[in-house]
């Protein structure tokens, strides 16, 4: 078989830039390891930024989205129980657009449908050959056999686990990462959220956040010790937890539920640079990961997948300039996004060997965040999204 590009991985990275690419003429297949429905069984973050609903307008995508979501136009934060607001339309005129992860994922599958686009199921053993030459080429095997995949580039949209990564030589690749000493424990309820917009709380406890999905749909989150067994968590002791972080109003109003979803994850901030080596380019989850504070995952890939749709396009028409600079591009828009997620993670959490001074700072952070309006304007730009 032979395709222009191919795409390693069917998670919104993939999927986002196989549809772009045909909508330009170019032609790619996608190769995922798991089946469809396990894709669409994961639960993700649900804050889009404005470039991101952009996108996913540019890529034809966005007509349930556009009916559906809920736009958010501030957020609110709450130290000791007391919440105030970031008003992010006040503060810098624009919002942010709330719509599940999954829901993306699912409108991406129906748009490559409708276009007949090439999404391999179920493959193994992917390997990435002659990425350092101009005919590269992907092997696989799938119910058994082996299939050859000749192409013209590679994408790497597999994510944190995924093989294509470890394709670049560890001479030229370099990690650079940082691992929290904690975890969110998320529970998904059919519920009526507690707020009409998201709550993140600071809290001596521990971290909290009140999130949604939809009207009659709610995910909460509390930090939680990684390593705690599920079990450990029934229902009523996560409300009660969640109660006791978040705002008193708010813990008055709470309408509580049996969990459909519930789980612990662990937080980690990541970076492997360069995010290109020879024909391969790494694109979202496959290169960096955030922690979810401030839910820029996805947003990430976005406009990870934005540099290389434009990159390739243009390298398709005979200009590869802006192919080859894939990796400054996208690397410098991942360091801020970094930045960002690790100053959220670190103001709002309790760390096990925090000192009183640290937690003082904290304090007084959150208290300058709540009195001023130039520190509330690098929040609110920052959550809003920064420019591509
Ligand atoms: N071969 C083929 N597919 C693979 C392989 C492999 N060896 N390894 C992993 N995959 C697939 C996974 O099964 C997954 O469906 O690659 C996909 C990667 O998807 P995500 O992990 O969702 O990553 P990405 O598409 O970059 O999405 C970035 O979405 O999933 C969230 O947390 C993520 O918010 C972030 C954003
Ligand atoms: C979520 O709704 O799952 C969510 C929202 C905001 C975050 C993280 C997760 O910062």
């Given at each position: 078989m032979r395709t222009q590009v191919v795409i390693i991985g069917g998670g919104p990275s993939g999927l986002l830039l196989s549809q772009l690419l045909h909508r330009d003429g170019i032609d790619t297949v996608m190769l995922e390891r798991q089946s469809r429905e396990y894709v669409l069984s994961r639960i993700r973050a649900g804050v889009l930024e404005n470039g991101t609903v952009e996108m996913l307008r540019q890529a034809g995508v966005a007509d349930r989205l556009d009916a559906e979501s809920f736009v958010h136009s501030g957020t609110y934060l709450s130290a000791r129980n007391q919440g105030f607001r970031i008003d992010f339309d006040a503060l810098i005129g624009r919002s942010v657009t709330v719509y599940g992860q999954t829901e993306v994922t699912r409108d991406l599958y129906a748009a490559r449908d409708a276009m007949d686009g090439k999404i391999i199921h179920g493959v193994e053993a992917v390997t990435l050959h002659d990425?350092?030459?101009e005919a590269p080429f992907v092997t696989y095997t799938k119910d058994g056999t082996e299939h050859r995949i000749d192409c013209d580039y590679v994408a790497?949209?597999?994510?944190?686990?995924?093989?294509s990564r470890k394709a670049i030589p560890a001479s030229i690749l370099k990690e650079v990462e940082r691992v929290y000493p904690f975890g969110w424990l998320g529970v998904l309820s059919e519920t009526k959220p507690v707020s009409e917009e998201l709550i993140y709380a600071h809290h001596e406890r521990g971290f909290a956040l009140c999130s949604m999905r939809n009207d009659s749909l709610s995910r909460y989150y509390i930090q939680a010790p990684?390593?705690?067994?599920?079990?450990?968590?029934?229902d009523d002791a996560f409300w009660d937890e969640l109660k006791r972080r978040i705002p008193e109003d708010a813990a008055d109003r709470l309408e509580t539920g049996p969990s459909i979803e519930k789980s612990i994850a662990p937080l980690r901030s990541f970076v492997a640079e360069p995010m290109r080596w020879g024909r391969l380019f790494l694109v979202g989850d496959a290169a960096h990961i955030v922690p979810p504070t401030g839910a820029k995952g996805l947003n990430l890939a976005v406009s990870d997948v934005y540099y290389l749709w434009s990159g390739l396009r243009e390298a398709y028409q005979g200009d590869a300039a802006t192919l080859d600079q894939y990796s400054d591009r996208a690397l410098a828009r991942v360091w801020k996004a970094i930045r960002f997620s690790w100053w959220f993670t670190t103001l709002m959490h309790r760390f096990p060997e925090q000192s009183e001074f640290d937690r003082r700072i904290q304090e007084a952070e959150l208290d300058v965040l709540e009195t001023s309006k130039a520190a509330q304007t690098v929040l609110a730009e920052n959550y809003v999204g920064l420019p591509y």
């Open positions: 990425l350092k030459t790497g949209c597999d994510g944190f686990h995924g093989v990684v390593d705690d067994p599920i079990e450990k968590w029934s």
